[in-house]
């Protein structure tokens, strides 16, 4: 147990389709994140959030539309996505963007499949 | 762009053995950390090495840090059939990129029981 949940683990999906991702965490941290990991590849930062505000868009094209309402709680709207989207997307924490030598906490990540 | 390759991509050893990982990264770092990840679950936070520190340990973890050449290794002694993972090092920048980690490809042990 990480202390950052995230639904579905699984989720498959048509290019057409509209689904979210949820990422809770339970560690009263202020900082969350999203990365993306496809086979081969070294983890890819998404999106950062700091109390709330988005501090960090890696290049990530608009079909992938991140959402922040607190501290707590991080989604990740997908929508129009492509074939080369599938992958395992994890949500991690840390206690605050801006302090040095911190560790971060990592769900279990949503394994998504593009039809 | 990347920042920490570890090596080798692959290892395989027999439960007892050492393992050992190396990582190199290429600008200057706050701290390098390393991660495990089981297959199907999320990173898991190993150890915290700072760059003014050259060694650590926590268990049957080591860790070393070289910041002259930019690299970095993680001992596993007398490992077991748990340890069985993928491995990644993780660097950790300065100045506005305080808390933001960059990864490298990691390292996927096999202990054999």
Redesign the interface.
């Given at each position: 147990e990480?202390g950052?949940t995230?639904t579905p683990r699984h989720l498959v999906m048509g290019m057409t389709n509209k689904k979210s991702l949820k990422c809770e965490q339970h560690l009263g941290h202020n900082?969350m994140y999203w990365y993306k990991q496809s086979a081969?590849?070294?983890?890819e930062?998404m999106f950062?959030y700091?109390f709330k505000e988005q501090t960090?868009n890696n290049s990530v094209p608009s079909r992938f539309s991140p959402e922040c309402p607190n501290s707590s709680h991080l989604f990740l709207h997908l929508h129009t996505l492509q074939p080369e989207d599938s992958a395992l997307y994890?949500c991690?924490s840390?206690?605050?963007?801006?302090?040095?030598?911190?560790?971060?906490?990592?769900?279990?990540?949503t394994?998504l499949s593009i039809l | 762009s990347q920042q920490g390759e570890e090596d080798p991509q692959a290892l395989s050893i027999q439960e007892g053995e050492n393992a050992t990982m190396n990582c190199s990264y290429k600008t200057s770092i706050n701290n390098l950390q390393w991660y495990r990840q089981n297959s199907g679950r999320g990173l898991v936070h190993l150890i915290l090495i700072r760059s003014n520190e050259r060694e650590k340990h926590s268990g049957r973890l080591r860790v070393t840090l070289d910041t002259s050449k930019k690299s970095s290794s993680l001992l596993i002694t007398a490992s077991r059939a748990a340890d069985t993972a993928s491995y990644f090092c993780a660097t950790g920048a300065g100045g506005t990129s305080y808390g933001k980690l960059t990864f490298g490809q990691g390292t996927i042990l096999t202990v054999h029981p």
């Open positions: 990480t950052v995230q900082a081969k590849k070294p983890l930062l950062v700091n960090e994890l991690a840390s206690q605050e963007l801006g302090q040095i030598n911190q560790p971060q906490h990592f769900g279990d990540g394994r | -």
